[in-house]
């Protein structure tokens, strides 16, 4: 099987050690012969979407269908930007490329539901917070949420209980939205923010000692108010844990001014 | 000419600067959401009554003229009179019109969203007409000279000091009285001198039903039945989207609506009216204002499945946060921010975006509009009427044009990464970015995923499948 690996822009960016442990967890899988990662991938699309531009949607969607036309799955490391190409996308498309979109998984719910994944012996001896990020939850249907009635089920949730000697902790609130949002978290700056220090004070109240989610612009958001605040309470995204990584400080590398 | 309300944002903030109030209001609806909860929890068949429900509407919305035309028929065999109005200004003439006719001097109003939405109480008093407001809370913001913040609750944004200091004012209560039984006892007392003095009863319709012509109106504190009870003449202001086929049609909505607004399995009161009193007159005033647009509309066509329980509000954490008011719009919340721009979107630009896209709304509807879907959609709907901010589209072009040329993103990357790095603890930075004000901006690495793969992977590029 042949695994296109889709990075969103911000993890290629700014989080590049999510995109590593996203293609060692695929890697370890034995039915996987090959992850390809096309190395012209920008960007799902999702902020213009968000904020009513779709003039370059098209364009976006036939690239990405350039990209991966030879993988039998496309996973990716967030909700969010899968829900964009799965849900999104085929308002630009040829009907031919809607089986692909049918394709792109994100992490969890591939290795859930294709993967029958196990984490074996990787530990984590944690508290974890399990912050639902809202695309993956109720659009993708990584879970069920607590608005409706129905078996009670949660794929990135199933993955971490297998973890050996994690706490998954439980919130008051279990699947509010963080405020991230996209362009939301900019445009209504200050009710994202009062959304994200509820939703950091409910992992708190909970006793987490880390906050994960399967989006990584949740945990962005989060972080950002966390680390202002100087607050001890790391975020990690899901992938990392599942790929055996321990928790980091909250002290960032003050590195000088050399990017690229 | 319409011109643009404050925007959201700009209420919001206000709103959310008195942190402990906008906390006290997030709960106080949040609360409200856990009773919904465990109502609909405890329903197994909580799930297939939405979906039916929203047959049924979808159903009624498409056959809207036909049901219509056998209410006005059935309505009529049993002595209602029906008018039907195009929009607010010929609604408010027709009650007008009729409250006249009798010589009407005092009306008394059950909870009516819709006479919210033609300002039907100021066109009255304009015409020397007294109408007071019956519904508890309504009555609160009535005499604040306030419109409510939220449908089904709309006085969830005073607090009970601030209901005793009004109360001490308007109704000569005790001063610094908070005791919410206290309080509520002489509201009652005034208002059951209202209703005694009242010429008209006026309430709003729930349900209207095409088979037997008749309307429910459900309320908790039985104003409505009072009200029509006590004055002869009694007015019914629906909008047309209000009308369901048949009489079993109706307990699928009585069903999911007081447990979605209120968590209640029922409303105290779901009060069938099926003609005039003896020796009185009923009318019902049919108000389309916009929705028959929606109605052909395929994109919002389910925005009028809408039955106005408010679930959207109580679960919505941006609502909970910023406050009805901050919407301005008669409507709220997530519903509101469909409804209200589709009818005039220049003036709610705005709303459309206050939202977060997070899907709770659409999840807890009982009638299973796909809110944050119609949500999403307005917004490429407003950047089509050439209703986004300039900035904004400039902005997005200029993302668009780097995301469709990999170079380009690269370098706008290395941009981006570069200056977070060396600029990222500088307040002015910080608060030009809008991000950086109340939160850290990440601080990026030096090398990016692609450059890290080329490293450690160089044959697993895409180029060389």
């Not at chain 2, 809408?306 to 919505?316: F, H, L, P, Q, S």
Request: proline fraction near 5%; charge should be neutral.
């Amino acid at each position: 099987m042949k695994i296109g690996l889709f990075v969103p822009c911000y993890i290629d960016q700014f989080y590049p050690e999510v995109a590593v442990a996203t293609l060692e967890i695929l890697e370890s899988l034995d039915f996987v012969e090959k992850v390809f990662y096309p190395k012209e991938q920008t960007c799902c699309g999702q902020p213009m979407a968000n904020s009513g531009c779709n003039a370059d949607l098209p364009n976006l969607a036939n690239r990405f269908v350039n990209q991966f036309k030879h993988a039998d799955y496309i996973v990716c490391p967030s909700g969010s930007c899968v829900a964009m190409v799965r849900m999104q996308y085929r308002n630009y498309l040829e009907t031919s490329a809607l089986p692909m979109l049918r394709a792109t998984l994100e992490l969890s719910e591939f290795l859930v539901d294709i993967a029958n994944y196990e984490c074996g012996d990787t530990k984590f001896p944690y508290r974890v917070g399990l912050h639902q990020s809202c695309h993956g939850l109720r659009e993708l249907g990584l879970g069920q949420s607590s608005e409706r009635n129905g078996i009670a089920f949660n794929k990135p949730r199933s993955l971490l209980q297998q973890l050996r000697g994690i706490e998954l902790v439980e919130l008051q609130r279990s699947d509010e939205c963080c405020g991230f949002g996209g362009t939301f978290a900019v445009d209504e700056e200050a009710v994202s923010c009062m959304m994200g220090e509820d939703r950091i004070a409910d992992h708190q109240q909970a006793q987490a000692e880390i906050i994960t989610a399967v989006d990584m612009s949740c945990l962005m958001h989060l972080d950002g108010i966390i680390s202002r605040k100087s607050l001890q309470l790391p975020v990690m995204h899901i992938a990392e844990i599942l790929a055996g990584r321990v928790p980091k400080s909250l002290v960032p590398d003050q590195g000088a001014c050399d990017g690229n | 000419m319409a011109t643009r309300n404050t925007p959201h944002p700009t209420l919001a903030k206000r709103f959310v600067a008195d942190r402990d109030r906008a906390h006290w209001h997030d709960e106080s609806l949040w609360f409200i959401r856990e009773k919904r909860d465990l109502q609909a929890h405890g329903l197994p068949e909580w799930e297939e009554l939405r979906a039916r429900a929203a047959q049924i509407k979808k159903h009624s919305v498409s056959n809207l003229a036909e049901y219509l035309l056998q209410f006005e028929k059935r309505a009529t065999a049993l002595g209602v009179t029906v008018h039907w109005a195009n929009d607010a200004e010929e609604h408010n003439q027709i009650v007008l019109g009729i409250l006249r006719s009798h010589g009407v001097k005092r009306v008394v109003k059950s909870k009516s969203m819709l006479t919210e939405e033609c300002h039907l109480n100021p066109f009255l008093e304009h015409h020397g007409l007294e109408v007071v407001d019956t519904d508890l809370g309504e009555r609160i913001v009535q005499l604040r000279n306030e419109s409510p913040s939220h449908i089904v609750i709309p006085a969830i944004h005073i607090r009970k000091e601030e209901v005793g200091a009004l109360f001490s004012e308007k109704l000569g209560t005790e001063t610094g009285a908070t005791d919410p039984k206290y309080l509520t006892e002489a509201a009652r007392q005034h208002l059951r001198q209202k209703f005694l003095q009242a010429d008209a009863g006026i309430t709003g319709v729930n349900f209207a039903i095409a088979e037997t012509g008749g309307i429910v109106v459900c309320t908790n504190e039985g104003n409505a039945d009072l009200g029509v009870s006590l004055p002869k003449l009694h007015i019914a202001c629906m909008g047309l989207e209000k009308i369901i086929p048949r009489v079993a049609d109706l307990g699928v909505f009585l069903r999911l609506l007081a447990r979605s607004a209120t968590g209640q399995p029922i409303t105290t009161y779901s009060s069938h009216f099926h003609g005039p009193m003896y020796d009185g007159e009923m009318h019902v005033v049919l108000l389309d204002n916009g929705r028959v647009e929606v109605a052909q509309d395929d994109d919002f066509r389910e925005a009028l499945n809408c039955i106005r329980c408010g679930a959207c509000m109580n679960t919505c954490p941006v609502y909970r946060r910023s406050g009805g008011h901050s919407y301005s719009a008669t409507v709220p919340g997530p519903i509101g921010s469909v409804l209200n721009p589709l009818k005039s979107p220049l003036e709610h630009t705005s709303l459309p975006f206050a939202c977060s896209l997070c899907g709770s709304c659409s999840d807890v509807c009982p009638v299973q509009i796909p809110i944050h879907h119609q949500l999403y959609q307005l917004r490429s709907e407003l950047k089509r009427q050439g209703n986004i901010k300039t900035a904004k589209s400039l902005q997005m072009w200029f993302v668009g044009m780097l995301f469709r040329r990999p170079r380009l993103y690269r370098l706008g990357g290395w941009a981006a990464r570069w200056s977070l790095r060396c600029f990222g603890k500088l307040a002015a930075f910080r608060w030009l970015t809008i991000w950086g004000r109340q939160r850290d901006l990440p601080f990026p690495p030096r090398v990016t995923f692609r450059k890290w793969h080329n490293k450690n992977r160089p044959t697993d590029g895409g180029r060389h499948v």
